[in-house]
Each structure stands twice: as structure tokens, then as C-alpha cells.
């Protein structure tokens, strides 16, 4: 097993497309898969899924993930400190993350970093997609957050963890003593959704439809989540949001969907070879570790329950 073959099993597994990842890892889509195919060879495993253009974790996969995961990011934290030792931790990083990661997974993360780098000054935003992607690759932005599908030519994503899903209503809500949903069970439910123009609800659009429900979308493109929990706390609607943006709060409950895949992995994404700054590592470590501490809580749940 070589090096190699992690990345381009780490690229694979953080955008399950052949194209984006041969793409990412600059590499045509035949040596890409026959390189996953040693892998899988070497491992005594199958890793992927493939059905048709479609291309999916095994639970083998997913567990290999973690240990691949966290096995590329001792390496390249060694890889920083010898090329990156004389550099000062200061200077600024500029990050933006989607919305639901701006509200409860990137606040601890900085509140982290800058306990270790009180010189450092950070500008911190939040965006879509299009804005992360768009700013990478004009140099105004080091670091984004986001949920693929993120358009990566040109750009290195590695992913941190999945984001499972929740059905969001007021405690008074007639689903809000369910203990989980179908997704059928929003038929002819009052929902707010995001926008048309966004992939998380595109993709959403397709699961419902697939479920075969048809809830009546009352509002949509409800702006930040903090506006979209005031929203549903005063009103009878629900929401289908990644857990992210479930903050405690007293009047609200988030119920568990069965039935509906993980959110594709959560994604960290910079400009292809652009070297960042010591600091910009830095705080790329502490998201990675931040993810790896997630994806160990919700196994420990899983394994408790």
C-alpha cells in the first residue's frame, strides 16, 4: 500500500465522484479507479459501491475512512512543521463557511485557535457555495466550509464528517413527540425550505419526491438559521436541516429522519496549489481534529444505543 493510494481513496471518498476526484488528485479517471481497485485488492475489502455513474462508501469504506483520515493528517502536520517551522503563527486567515457550519461547528473551532495564536486576526463570513468556491480561487479567501457537491476543479477538498439530518418544529408541533420521522411522514406538512438554487435543497426535492411526499413549501430561502429557528418557533411549520444548525434551544425539538443518507461529507476546501500560511494550517488541524472528535461522538452514541 503506498501513499498514493490513501489520497486518491481519501479524494474518492470526499466527493464519490470518479470525475471530481481524478480531478483532484490530477490524475486521469482510469488510473483512478485502477488504483482503487489495488486498494481494494490490498485491503481484502470492497470500499465503494458503484451503481452506474453512482458511487457510494461500504461500511468498510466508512470505517477505513477514519483511520485514513486521521493517518493523512499526522502526515501532512509533520509535513507542515518541517517546512513550515521558521514561519510566526500571526498574520490573518479569511474563512467562510456555509450557514449551518457558521453556527455551531466554526465558533469552537476559532475560539480553539486563537487561545494558541492570540497574534493571528481572522475574517470570518458566510456564504454559499458558489461564494466559497469563487473566493478560493480569486485569492481572497484561505479556507471554506461547505457540503459538496462542491465544484473542485481547481481547488483541494478533503472531507471532515457527515452531517446527519433532523426534521426542526416547536415543542408544541404535532410531530414533535414522534422519537423519528419518515420522510413520508411530511406529506401535506407546512415546511420552510432553502432556496431552488441550492444543491442541499435540490437534493432534498429529489429525496421527498422519491419518498413520495409532498409537503406545501410556505416559505423558502428563510436566511440564516437563526432566522429560520425564530421562523419555526413562532409558527406551526417544520424544517429538514443538518444537524449543525440544531443549536439547543427550548423551543424546539429536532427529530431523527429515517430513511434519508448522511448529507455528503462535510468538506474543507483551499485552492489547488496554493500553499497556505503557518497560521492557516494551524487552523486547518483544528478543524480536522474538531471533525475527527465528531464522527467519534456520534460512533460512541451509535455503539451506546
Known sequence: ????????????????????????????????????????????????????????????????????????????????????????????????????????????????????????????????????RQGLLDETLDIGLAYPPLDTAGLWSEPLFEERMRVLVRKSHPLAKRRSLRLVDLHGCRIVMGARRYPFRQALDASLAAAGAKPLVLVEGAGTFSTLRALLAATDMAAIVPESGCLPDAALRAIPVQGLAPLQVTSISLKAGRKPSRAARHLIEIFREAGRARTRRRRSAASAG
Open 1 to 132: 500500500m503506498e501513499l498514493r493510494h490513501l489520497r486518491y481513496f481519501a479524494a474518492l471518498a470526499g466527493t464519490l465522484s470518479f470525475t471530481r476526484a481524478a480531478a483532484q488528485v490530477n490524475v486521469t479517471q482510469s488510473t483512478l479507479s485502477h488504483q482503487i481497485r489495488q486498494l481494494e485488492d490490498e485491503v481484502g475489502r470492497r470500499l465503494f459501491d458503484r451503481v452506474g455513474r453512482r458511487v457510494h462508501l461500504t461500511p468498510d469504506g466508512q470505517a477505513f475512512l477514519e483511520s485514513v483520515t486521521e493517518s493523512l493528517a499526522a502526515l501532512d502536520t509533520g509535513l507542515t512543521h518541517l517546512r513550515g517551522s521558521t514561519e510566526a503563527l500571526a498574520g490573518a486567515v479569511r474563512v467562510v463557511a456555509t450557514a449551518a457550519l457558521a453556527e455551531a461547528f466554526v465558533p469552537q473551532c476559532l475560539a480553539a485557535y486563537l487561545q494558541g495564536a492570540p497574534e493571528s486576526r481572522i475574517t470570518f463570513e458566510v456564504g454559499t457555495q458558489a461564494d466559497i
